[in-house]
């Protein structure tokens, strides 16, 4: 694992502020000014993002160290609609390409590291329009990406797609690791675990069986 998320994380340092090379076509043109990220958990089994960095098809590479933090309400399974966390510093200008993250299970009382890598059927979802329940006669644009994060470091990845149920972007490649395959996630939290868990996830999880779901 560690040979692939070490060269993604140099390339995340060095592009930072600064264009890579990039293989965009010209059809993938936006039509939006942003698009944004939320995380969604599972009911009552918290985690805390720490650290993101997005490597875009530009090629420019942006670190977010204020991240808006998940919310979630799924039970047993995650929902077909999910409830998820506030997007006000979770935005981004251009489609991306790879998204790397720090986040803390709670539940787990783990680090994990998790790296995303994005393909073009993301991006074809991201900009091609859907009729809009709100507005009759208009098109709106799947613009929110929602990132599940569950126990034993599961990470899942939707887009929102509203009056509709999310759509799962199962061509995402996913890549979590933990411990001593840390690299850019190293010494990086923002939890305590030695002080437990809370009563309300006590409350959860008490006669129920790890990891609370199929998740």
Not at 60 to 72: N, V
Not at 98 to 103: E, G, L, P, V
């Amino acid at each position: 694992m560690r040979l692939i998320t070490r060269p993604i994380q140099l390339l995340l340092l060095v592009c930072t502020a600064t264009a890579c090379t990039s293989n965009k076509p010209d059809s993938y043109k936006t039509p939006w000014e942003r698009w944004y990220f939320a995380f969604t958990t599972p009911k009552s089994l918290p985690a805390q993002v720490t650290l993101l960095r997005l490597l875009d098809i530009d090629g420019y590479a942006t670190t977010y160290r204020t991240i808006d933090q998940p919310r979630g309400i799924s039970t047993g399974r995650w929902s077909e609609k999910n409830s998820a966390g506030n997007t006000q510093f979770n935005q981004a200008e251009r489609l991306p390409q790879i998204m790397i993250f720090c986040w803390d299970s709670i539940i787990d009382k783990k680090i994990y590291q998790s790296t995303l890598f994005f393909t073009q059927d993301t991006w074809k979802k991201m900009i091609s329009p859907y009729p809009d329940v709100l507005k009759p006669g208009k098109n709106a644009y799947r613009q929110t990406m929602l990132i599940g994060l569950a126990p034993e470091g599961k990470v899942r990845v939707w887009l929102r797609q509203y009056g509709h149920s999310d759509i799962p972007l199962i061509e995402t490649e996913i890549i979590t690791v933990s411990g001593k395959e840390l690299d850019m996630c190293k010494g990086v939290t923002g939890s305590n675990f030695s002080y437990g868990y809370s009563n309300e996830t006590k409350a959860f999880i008490l006669n129920k069986k790890y990891p609370y779901g199929s998740w």
